[in-house]
């Protein structure tokens, strides 16, 4: 590059800003000396420039309100916030306290176990054929047939006996399982029974669980009192049900919450139909003894319990 051709440069600048300068300066003074000699023409050289002005001015407050409204929007959303959060910190503190005295109130009172649930509620039996059993009456027994064993009926609810005590608690609500046990021995022995005097005899002998029915305990230990053999029947399937059936013995099958009750029950399961279903005596519904049931029906509801042969056993004659 050439030296003098850059210092050529940088004068003609110079000369060029001090023209536009001395311009300026001259258009400043004219504008000077027409607003005072001429002042319409003044007016109408200024009034595009005090209209920008103007605008600009307007534009800067219309900013400023429009930051006025939006600082005025997060102070009101932060005040929204900061109550919810106290109330939030309320429900905390309430459920905070009510864990407290959850965990500082003394344990409940533990019930027996094992024990069968009382007391079943009725429901309706599942759609079926025809009844292929009856109820009959025989020397003033109810008698349900159509089984491998004729069963004497006896109903926990009956009024000759649903209001007696076993233990400390009435029958009627509490007493499956001395109702299913006598049912059981008044069908295979000769021994003269029912719930009643059933429900003594296991409250005598340590079967009756408070408020709870009667401990598991009660079905092998019935068995062996009264001249019968109870096995627990591991293979809990249909065709193993059935099998002990056509054996010539009776099931009783300890039952959960489904077709035959809210909580835990003791029925009796006696016989097989042609087509495969299998027959009850319930002791707290006659309408359900009177109905054929699908085996798997009864194997779904099983209690988990699995002590004292529990949840399903098999009884026979002492001599078979």
Known sequence: ????????????????????????????AELAACSRFAPDAYERIVAPVRYAAGAAADAGSAALDAAGRFFRAA?????????????????????AAQAWENFTAPPPEPTPTPEASPPPKASPPPASDP???ILLEEDGKQILTGGHVDVTYFC????????????????GPYGCGPTAMAMAVASMTDTETDPAVMAAWAAEHGYWARRSGSYHSIVQGAARA??????????????????????????????????FTDGGHFILVRGTTLTGDVLVADPNSLERSLTAWDPQIILDELSSARDNGAPLWAL???DS
């Open 1 to 28: 590059m050439n030296w003098n051709d850059r210092g050529g440069g940088r004068r003609r600048r110079t000369i060029v800003l001090a023209v536009l300068l001395a311009l300026l300066c001259i258009g400043a």
């Open 316 to 318: 026979f004659p002492s």
């Open 75 to 95: 102070a009101d959303t932060a005040a929204q916030l900061a109550a919810g959060a106290a109330r939030q910190a309320e429900r905390l503190a309430a459920q």
């Open 226 to 259: 009264f001249g019968l053999k109870a096995e627990a029947l591991a293979d809990r399937t249909p065709e193993g049900m059935r099998r002990a059936l056509r054996d010539g013995g009776l099931v009783v099958a300890l039952v959960g919450p489904g077709h």
């Open 156 to 171: 926990q609810s009956d009024e000759e006996w649903a209001e007696q005590l076993y233990g400390t608690d009435p029958i």
């Open 131 to 133: 009844p292929v059993t």
